[in-house]
């Protein structure tokens, strides 16, 4: 096909898309009336363009996964939240959403992460505290009280459980009403960078990877608007890596669920239309954007030609972004808003699908109903007000931009070939490989701070004295004692009959090969809690032990 004729082909498809968002479909100028194009292209003679970039929607999606991107609709603007019980999380949700968020993020404890109810030995201090507390489909039940979940599309920050945390979404859906496959949203599920990164692991990663693909093929047929795992960077940024790792490792990590569901016996082109992925934002803002651009390009390519994928949608690289938590400063902490600010802007420039913006406060504390609004104010601005998103993928044909996109992938790609050396991201990891290269990046990056070869404005440069902080919010020690109170007046009353029989088919199922996830939700529906669910799985799976990287 000619450039001409795949851009009269894009041109058709961007007229359809726009006549879907009727809001968006009139024509954009700047302050000064200069006509802002839907899509401005390079020449035809550009070397290379039409393999390299083509068109908004066109394998290999270098310049976004649909033909109209933010001149179709915006992003979806989803803010992460969770603290305390679920009463207090849910009074925080219905806030965000009366203030224009579009879609709900949820922060667990990490008891709940972790496969702990509030009642366990080792949930000692941490009830609530960096997330919401769920310790059964009761809580579930109040988290989501008053919020209708065939409208609204719901992220769950959520690993080693997650397949627990799902059932309970579901079983809180059919009580309102809303079938399993009227229900969209998104769970995490991605344990491998769990055992690389962040730690919030229970199973060894053969058993981990066997309730993921369970997952799949649930979801495949029973939640279809579901996105069963989104493939995270997120964590490996935070852990320090650099942005080159950070899509390397992610990517390795895709490859190797797509292996394992192909293993497992499912078509490539029936779950890969599902997986997402989750990014990281820096501060380099154009280092930011051609990572992006990088990354969809790469897994483009990676789906057709290694995995033979043949739907457009399981070629696409979806993804939703965070700001950066790990470059938010205690010091000066109202700097972080123009941190954020930057994150945001290169994420938009970088065509993700959904956004959360963090909040200046979080380096001392959880955010405050204010710093929130901020955070989500930047967004709103950014979409309204900046003009970057009236044009599509505004930075394509950039010299700049387009030697930075070309650079990341090579590098990574580069890296892609080490892991598939070593016999792939769980071998990789089982070795200590990217546990490595990301400790070496960040002792890299945190020496160039201490010598002043990496400004920080307000921590080594720029700094003032500060009085301590006030206004903070904290989790109040009564939180535990109240969660407790409410577990076992659950217990007591629920048929523990019912309970322990739905136990007993979990654990074997566990030990067989039935898929997992209809036993989980018989146990969540018979109010089972988290805890008792995980335990069933540590009785039979094991628990992983840490690789010690020297």
């Known amino acids: 096909m000619s ?10 498809r961007a007229e359809k898309g726009l006549a879907k968002s009727p809001e968006r479909k009139k024509g ?3 302050t000064s009336n200069l006509e802002m194009d839907r899509c401005f292209t390079p020449g035809f003679d550009y070397p290379g363009y039409e393999e390299q970039l083509g068109f908004p929607g066109d394998y290999p999606f270098t310049r976004g996964v649909q033909p109209t991107m933010y001149r179709g609709r915006f992003w979806t603007m989803r803010q992460y939240a969770g ?8 009074e925080r949700y219905k806030y965000l959403l009366s203030a224009g968020q579009t879609g709900l993020s949820v922060a667990f404890d990490l008891p709940t992460q972790m496969g702990y109810d509030s009642d366990a030995s080792m949930s000692l201090g941490e009830v609530g505290k960096v997330g919401v507390a769920i310790d059964s489909l009761a809580d579930m039940e109040i988290l989501f009280d008053g919020i209708p979940l065939d409208k609204v599309s719901t992220s769950m920050t959520i690993n080693s459980t997650a397949a627990i945390l799902l059932a309970m979404y579901i079983a809180v859906a059919e009580k309102q009403g809303v079938p399993a496959d009227k229900i969209s949203g998104t769970i995490q599920n991605d344990i491998l960078k ?3 990164a962040r730690g919030t692991y229970i199973y060894p990663p053969k058993e981990s990877m066997r309730i993921i693909t369970d997952i799949f093929a649930y979801c495949k047929d029973q939640v ?6 989104s493939i995270s960077g997120y964590h490996i940024r935070e852990a320090g890596s650099s942005a080159v790792q950070e899509v390397a ?3 390795a990590d895709g490859i190797a669920y797509v292996d394992a569901a192909i293993k497992a016996g499912l078509d490539v082109d029936e779950f890969a239309p599902r997986l997402a992925f989750f990014f990281n934002a820096h501060n380099n803002l154009l280092e930011e954007v051609a990572k992006f651009r990088a990354a969809r390009r790469m897994w483009a390519r990676i789906m057709k030609e290694r995995f033979k994928a043949k739907s457009p949608k399981s070629q696409m690289l979806r993804f939703h972004t965070q700001t950066a938590g790990c470059t938010l400063t205690a010091q000066q902490p109202d700097n972080n808003i123009m941190r954020v600010t930057i994150q945001a802007l290169a994420a938009v420039l970088g065509g993700t699908q959904s956004l959360h913006t963090n909040s200046r406060d979080e380096a001392l504390a959880l955010p405050t109903e204010d710093s929130v609004r901020i955070a989500l104010r930047t967004q709103q601005v950014i979409a309204c007000e900046s003009g970057v998103a009236d044009s599509i993928d505004p930075l394509a044909g950039s010299f700049l931009v387009e030697s930075l996109t070309d650079q990341i992938e090579k590098a990574a790609m580069d890296y892609i070939e080490k892991i598939d050396k070593l016999g792939g991201a769980v071998e990789a990891i089982s070795r200590g490989f990217q546990q490595k290269e990301i400790q070496d990046s960040a002792y890299a990056y945190q020496r160039g701070i201490e010598t002043d070869d990496l400004i920080i ?3 080594n440069k720029f700094t003032v ?10 989790v109040k020690e009564e939180v535990e004692i109240s969660q407790k109170k409410s577990l076992a007046a659950m217990k007591s009353q629920r048929d523990q009959a019912t309970v322990q029989s739905a136990l007993k088919s979990l654990e074997a199922a566990a030990k067989g090969t039935d898929n997992l996830m209809p036993h989980i939700l018989t146990a969540v529906k018979a109010y089972a809690t988290l805890g008792e669910i995980a335990n069933v799985f540590r009785d039979v799976f094991g628990t992983h032990k840490e690789t010690v990287v020297l």
């Open 224 to 229: 279809p608007k579901w996105n069963t795992i």
């Open 249 to 251: 490792f992610t990517l």
């Open 457 to 459: 404005v307000g921590v």
């Open 465 to 474: 004295a500060e009085p301590p902080p006030t206004g903070l919010l904290k």
């Open 3 to 12: 450039i001409q004729e795949s851009k009269k082909a894009w041109q058709e």
């Open 194 to 196: 769990e055992y690389m």
């Open 83 to 90: 603290f305390g019980t679920a009463k207090e999380s849910n």
């Open 28 to 30: 954009f100028s700047t």
